[in-house]
C-alpha cells in the first residue's frame, strides 16, 4: 500500500497559481487511480480532480474545470494539481488520494484507500 505526502500549498492572491504535488512511497503507483479532494471549514469534503493509472484519461469537478489540471508522472510515483485563475472559493486543504479498485469510479471519496495528510490552499482577495 502507498503512502502519500503532499506539497507545495500556500498563500495567493486571486488570479494567482499553485502547483500541488503528492509523492508516494512505494513502488506500486501505477496501479491506483489518484485524486485530489478538498475541504473548506465548515464544509463537506469534495471531489477537485482525478486522473487514471496511466495519466490517459482525466476528471474535474465543475468548479475548477478549465482553471486546473491534474497530471501524473509514474516514474516519480507523483501525482501533480496546477492551478490557475485561483478564486477566494478555492481556499481549502487539499488532498491526494489513491484508489486502487479496478472498477470504481473517480467522484466518490469511498472508492480511495489511502490518503495524504493535505496541504494547506488559501486564496486571498
Known amino acids: 500500500q502507498v503512502q502519500l505526502v503532499e506539497s507545495g500549498g500556500g498563500l495567493v492572491q486571486a488570479g494567482g497559481s499553485l502547483r500541488l504535488s503528492c509523492a508516494a512511497s512505494?513502488?506500486?503507483?501505477?496501479?491506483?487511480?489518484m485524486g485530489w479532494f478538498r475541504q473548506a471549514p465548515g464544509k463537506e469534503r469534495e471531489f477537485v480532480a482525478g486522473i487514471s493509472r496511466s495519466g490517459g484519461s482525466t476528471y474535474y469537478a465543475d468548479s475548477v474545470k478549465g482553471r486546473f489540471t491534474i497530471s501524473r508522472d509514474n516514474a516519480k510515483s507523483t501525482v501533480y494539481l496546477q492551478m490557475n485563475s485561483l478564486k477566494v472559493e478555492d481556499t481549502a486543504a487539499y488532498h491526494c488520494?489513491?484508489?486502487?479498485?479496478?472498477?470504481?469510479?473517480?467522484?466518490?471519496?469511498?472508492?480511495?484507500?489511502?490518503w495524504g495528510q493535505g496541504t494547506q490552499v488559501t486564496v486571498s482577495s
Open positions: 512505494g513502488r506500486t503507483f501505477s496501479t491506483y487511480k
Open positions: 488520494a489513491a484508489n486502487g479498485r479496478l472498477s470504481s469510479g473517480y467522484y466518490s471519496e469511498v472508492n480511495y484507500d489511502v
